[in-house]
């Protein structure tokens, strides 16, 4: 056995760390170059190519849209969410996978936050062959063109070059049959556990009191109708809806009150019918229901309606019941203490039809509302709102200006088509598109 000394012990342990040193350098190289890179975690890898996007007037759609997202986050996946006007039509070749869910508004037409993407889409054709998607459009057969816009969308898509992953799903007034359906195949398609949204229960309230706004107008007679929670008050906010079931009718009305007033209230007009007897929903809650009578209603989310987050200059436009909607949004600004709104409201006869008169008059003498009241009836010539509307274009440019949003509730045929056509004409292109693109022209039309 030869003895080491202790210099050859020495050299021989540096060349041991040496060596051990070059091995693990070898094997540093071998697992940087050699090996293949790990696979990116799913979610990375697909979390920017998912989009959801809809097209909603009154809530429908955005809320299925809405509650698709947990889903989503359970797999670690951030989908982009966005109102259809969010998007630039070539943006769309930027996912891979898109769920569509749009409603059917107008005659035919897109709702108003999909009205500018489909204005800029009708000129565009981007080449979405990479796109996968499912389309789900909402509409009422009642309508001539049902699901109109849906269907248009769906044919654009398809002449872009993107695939159906499924087929169009048509869903005629919410039916849960198809809304179960697509939610099935949409889960099957993405790998993702969808619930189909059911929808809120309805509660029951009591009907505690009726008022008529109009006594003596030779317009049918409209009530404020005053409803108790059987149980708790709900929150709702002002520009929300009210689904009122009447034995197996089923009608929506604007919320006229605040959750903080303690009572739901609606403004429901008497329907009479061509042979002089009342129509069924609105003849039981203003004539047939004795104070006390049970109402089944389901609270609605609008937040298509709902006020600007600030306090910016409103100006609000209805007729008739559309008081109902707009008369909500300016309690909310009262409360909070938003000082310039603009009320430009329209009945039949001056005598009869000064609705709320109490209420609305000590705005206008607080100096908090500035309110135009127009009469169909008055004197030779008839004024509606619209012709109102005109005659002040331009303190409407002047408050459009100061960033004044706009809110219109009533009917759409006749004054909600008039007041569009009529802000189209008198406000420049410039101040029509910042209205759009801002979201600060909010309509709530039947
Ligand atoms: C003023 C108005 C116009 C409508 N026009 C149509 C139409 O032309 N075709 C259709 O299928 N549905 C039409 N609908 C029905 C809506 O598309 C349907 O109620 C839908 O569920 C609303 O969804 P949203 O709440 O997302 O807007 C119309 C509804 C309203 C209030």
């Known amino acids: 056995m030869t003895e080491l000394s202790p210099v ?57 849209a809405e509650r698709l997202l947990p889903a989503f986050h359970q797999h670690n996946l951030q989908p982009a969410l966005l109102p259809l006007n969010a998007l630039h039509p070539d943006a769309l070749s930027g996912y891979s996978r898109a769920l569509f869910i749009v409603s059917t508004y107008g005659e035919g037409e897109a709702p108003d936050n999909g009205a500018s993407f489909w204005q800029r889409a009708s000129n565009a054709r981007p080449d979405l062959t990479s796109l996968d998607y499912s389309l ?13 816009f849906g269907r248009q969308l769906g044919d654009w898509l398809d002449g872009t070059g993107a695939k159906a992953a499924l087929p169009r799903h ?23 556990k969808l619930q189909a949204p059911s929808s809120a229960p309805f509660s029951y309230w009591t009907l505690c009191g009726r008022t008529q706004l109009n006594p003596e107008s030779p317009g049918s007679p409209a009530w404020l109708i005053r409803l108790l929670p059987v149980g708790e008050l709900p929150d709702w906010r002002a520009g929300d809806l009210a689904e009122v079931r009447i034995g197996s009718i089923l009608r929506t009305y ?26 069924q929903g609105s003849g039981w809650l203003c004539c047939h229901a004795e104070p006390g009578a049970m109402v089944e209603i389901q609270l609605r989310s609008n937040p298509g309606f709902h006020l600007p987050e600030d306090n910016r200059p409103g100006i609000f436009i209805g007729a008739g019941t559309g008081l109902a909607g707009l008369r909500g949004l300016l309690r909310q600004r009262q409360r909070l203490g938003c000082p310039d709104s603009w009320l430009l409201f329209g009945e039949r006869c001056q005598q009869h039809d000064r609705w709320l008169a109490e209420e609305l008059d000590a705005w206008t003498t607080e100096g908090t509302l500035l309110l135009d009241r127009c009469f169909s ?9 619209q012709h109102r509307l005109a005659a002040k274009a331009d303190q409407l440019r002047q408050w459009v200006d100061r960033g004044a949003s706009i809110h219109v509730c009533g ?36």
Not at 377 to 385: L, M
């Open 8 to 64: 050859g012990w020495l050299a021989d342990q540096r060349l041991l760390w040496a060596a051990l040193a070059f091995g693990s350098w070898l094997l540093l190289c071998w697992l940087c170059l050699v090996r293949p890179p790990r696979p990116k975690a799913m979610s990375s890898v697909t979390a920017s190519e998912w989009l959801i996007a809809y097209a909603s007037q009154s809530g429908a759609a955005q809320d299925i």
């Open 377 to 385: 009836r008055a004197g030779d010539q008839p004024e509606y709102v």
């Open 411 to 446: 009917s759409l045929a006749g004054m909600g088509n008039e007041i569009h056509s009529l802000l189209q004409a008198v406000l420049s292109p410039q101040q029509w598109q910042a209205l759009q693109e801002q979201q600060r022209y909010r309509r709530d039309l039947y």
């Open 136 to 148: 789900l459009a909402l509409g009422d057969r009642r309508y001539s063109d049902f699901c109109g």
């Open 170 to 192: 048509e869903a005629d007034r919410l039916d849960t049959y198809v809304l179960h359906a697509w939610h099935r195949r949409i889960s099957q398609w993405t790998g993702l």
């Open 254 to 279: 604007s919320i006229a009150s605040l959750p903080e007033d303690g009572a739901l209230e609606l403004i429901v007009r008497q329907v009479v019918n061509d042979d002089g007897s009342a129509g």
